[in-house]
């Protein structure tokens, strides 16, 4: 009993910790403009106590340790942010504070839903949906044909190696100023990483376990939905996550060559301009919330996907 006891006591002393330090951060913020060095020392506290709290989380196992150390971790970097820039007086211009740019998220937030319409509902989902369907297909018929593997991949080395602000404009005068032009950005820049892991998990299965196949008589087409596809999962899932991330950055840097009067480059660029940093900042935070929810959806389907590979299989023991 005395371990379990022993480990009660921590998480209750871990959770006293976070809340208090959240109080003497809280309090360190109230009054950074008003009472000279006592704000400063509240906040020496609260760094202390939070970052005692955040090791103690670190060392547990349980689901909400697991939570509270990466939420935590967060709150403290937005926490120094705000004091840093309010504290500090730094110029709106060059950095924000967070609170500022939530004010901005709120007053401004039926601008914001509309460029994320524009750029990620239409440019990002269908590019990385065309392109990462492509770039599978592509690796299927270089797998088939010897052929296609020596014509596909040095062109695909050639595109993957192109700058996007080279052909972001190209991409622009083709198809004009709407979220066409955008997606077909996308698409270039997901279908190669697509094709390139993908080829390279399906060339990671065993040449024995390929030989067992055709002694039970099984075909490439029964080879390959059987024993090459799962094994290759992996692979194919790093890719969609890499291109999670490379989809969203090549719609908005797009939008910075010609798009309509609505996007999340668009928005970027004209604000920018006008110095209104807090929309720009709140514009990169719609940003990386979405492209973060991807991404965490990813993972959570190949966790159930690839529930069979030894890296899971030890993250659970």
């Known amino acids: 009993m005395a371990p379990v006891a022993r480990e009660n006591q921590r998480g209750g002393s871990q959770w006293i910790m976070a809340a208090a330090a959240l109080l003497f951060c809280t309090l360190a913020r109230t009054n950074v403009d008003s009472f000279g060095t006592v704000p400063w020392i509240m906040a020496a506290i609260g760094l202390v106590l939070l970052v005692t709290a955040m090791s103690l989380f670190a060392r547990g196992d349980t689901r909400a340790d697991r939570l509270a150390s990466p939420i935590l971790f967060g709150l403290l970097v937005i926490w120094l942010w705000e004091m840093l820039a ?155 996550k890499l291109n999670s991330t490379l989809a969203l950055i090549g719609a908005v840097v797009a939008e910075f060559f010609g798009t309509p009067i609505r996007g999340m480059g668009f928005r970027i660029s004209t604000e920018a301009a006008r110095m209104n940093l807090d929309i720009v900042w709140a514009t990169i935070a719609v940003a990386a919330v979405a492209g973060s929810l991807s991404f965490a959806v990813l993972v959570s389907v190949e966790r159930r996907v690839t529930f069979w590979h030894p890296s899971l299989r030890s993250r659970r023991r």
């Open 86 to 240: 309010v504290g500090l007086h730094v110029p709106f211009v060059i950095l924000p504070p967070p609170s500022a740019i939530a004010r901005a998220i709120w007053r401004s937030a039926a601008v914001l839903r509309i460029d994320f319409e524009q750029t990620y509902l239409h440019s990002v989902l269908a590019g990385y949906a065309i392109g990462c369907g492509a770039g599978f297909l592509l690796a299927l018929g270089i797998d088939r044909s010897p052929f296609l593997q020596r014509g596909l991949t040095p062109v695909g080395n050639l595109v993957s190696a192109m700058p996007i602000i080279g052909i972001a404009p190209i991409m622009v005068m083709w198809f004009g100023f709407g979220w066409p032009s955008k997606a077909a950005v996308v698409v270039l820049m997901t279908v190669f990483p697509m094709l390139v892991n993908t080829r390279a998990g399906l060339a990671a299965t065993d040449a024995m376990e390929r030989d067992l196949m055709r002694t039970y008589a099984a075909g490439y087409w029964q080879t390959l939905v059987r024993l090459r596809l799962p094994a290759a999962m992996p692979m194919i899932f790093n890719a969609l």
